[in-house]
């Protein structure tokens, strides 16, 4: 089996930051795509940012120049800094990973509270 832990939510002031992390374990032979996505309450849970194994990235438009996705493959780690926080990004963000274990399986992590307010 495999765990994603994330950690690293919190409430900061508009404008602040935040990193969040997430940790893969278990029976993990390697991770194709590890992403980040958010979901706030009354809406659909939406991507944030992706990132292959080859350090490949996709960001949503509204997080580019904001948001950086990067990823430690030693530690099957993936982190989100968020710079510039607005009160629009307050959600509970997600981690998600694409990993072969037995064969490829799409896991998530069981979310950290991200909340933007004054």
């Known amino acids: 089996q495999v765990q994603l832990v994330e950690s690293g939510g919190g409430l900061v002031q508009p404008g602040g930051s935040l990193r969040l992390s997430c940790a893969a374990s278990?029976?993990?032979?390697?991770?194709?795509?590890m992403g980040w996505y958010r979901q706030s309450p009354g809406k659909e849970r939406e991507l944030v940012a992706t990132i292959t194994s080859r350090g490949r990235t996709n960001y949503a438009d509204s997080v580019k120049g904001r948001f950086t996705i990067s990823r430690d493959n030693a530690k099957n780690t993936v982190y989100l800094q968020m710079n510039s926080l607005k009160p629009e990004d307050t959600a509970v963000y997600y981690c998600?990973?694409?990993?072969?274990?037995?064969?490829?399986?799409?896991?998530w992590g069981q979310g950290t509270q991200v909340t933007v307010s004054s």
């Open positions: 998600n990973a694409d990993v072969l274990s037995v064969t490829y399986s799409d896991y």
């Open positions: 278990g029976s993990i032979f390697s991770i194709n795509v």
